[in-house]
Structures are given as structure tokens and as C-alpha cells.
């Protein structure tokens, strides 16, 4: 069974830069398709960044794009968000979610399983 772990999160000034890092175990992130998600205080979780299961096609909220890349690695079972230029707004906890679809959605309601998330602080 699949299971999911984010780290990476943290407290850093607007402006700078954080890697998250979502790590599967129980089986194989080749299956799946990966999805970023983050839910602020207050605030409904929305969908940020995904990547289908090849690799071969992203997505990204209009509120990210350009500054935040989703990657991942097979090869480590890993897939990464790579976050720049980071706003005081990308305040939030952060989740990353499978789905063992082909094509990934910036919708949460097909994926499955969750990790429990990583927070991250954008603060001067």
C-alpha cells in the first residue's frame, strides 16, 4: 500500500526558496501521478502544482506559475516541488497526494493516498 511522507518545509524570508520532497514507500511512484497541494489558516486546500505519471506533462495554479516547478524521480521513489521567489501568500501547509491515473488534476478529489504534510512559513 502506498504511503506518502512530505519534508522540506520551513520558515524563510519572501523572496527566498524551498525544495519539498515527497517520498513514497509501500510500493512503486511509477503507478501514479503526483499532485501538490497546500491549505492556508482559514482557507479552503487547493491545488498547486501536478506531474502525470510519465513525467511528461505538468500543471500549475495561476498563482505559482513561474516561480514553482514540480519534478520527480523515479528512480528514488521521490517527487519534488521546487518553490521560488516565495510570498508571504504561499503561507501554508503543504500535501502532496497520488492517484494512479496516467494524466495528473489540480483537483484533489481523485487522489489518494495523502501524506501529512509539511508546513511552510513565508515570513520576514
Known amino acids: 500500500q502506498l504511503q506518502l511522507v512530505e519534508s522540506g518545509g520551513g520558515l524563510v524570508q519572501p523572496g527566498g526558496s524551498l525544495r519539498l520532497t515527497c517520498a513514497a514507500s509501500g510500493t512503486t511512484l511509477e503507478d501514479y501521478s503526483i499532485g501538490w497541494f497546500r491549505q492556508a489558516p482559514g482557507k479552503e486546500r487547493e491545488g498547486v502544482a501536478c506531474?502525470?505519471?510519465?513525467?511528461?506533462?505538468?500543471r500549475y495554479a495561476d498563482s505559482v506559475k513561474g516561480r514553482f516547478t514540480v519534478s520527480r524521480e523515479n528512480t528514488n521513489n521521490t517527487a519534488s516541488l521546487h518553490m521560488n521567489n516565495l510570498k508571504p501568500d504561499d503561507t501554508a501547509l503543504y500535501y502532496c497526494?497520488?492517484?494512479?491515473?496516467?494524466?495528473?488534476?489540480?483537483?484533489?478529489?481523485?487522489?489518494?493516498?495523502w501524506g501529512q504534510g509539511t508546513q511552510v512559513t513565508i515570513s520576514s
Open positions: 497526494a497520488a492517484r494512479a491515473t496516467l494524466l495528473c488534476s489540480l483537483s484533489e478529489a481523485p487522489y489518494g493516498p
Open positions: 506531474i502525470s505519471l510519465y513525467g511528461t506533462s505538468t
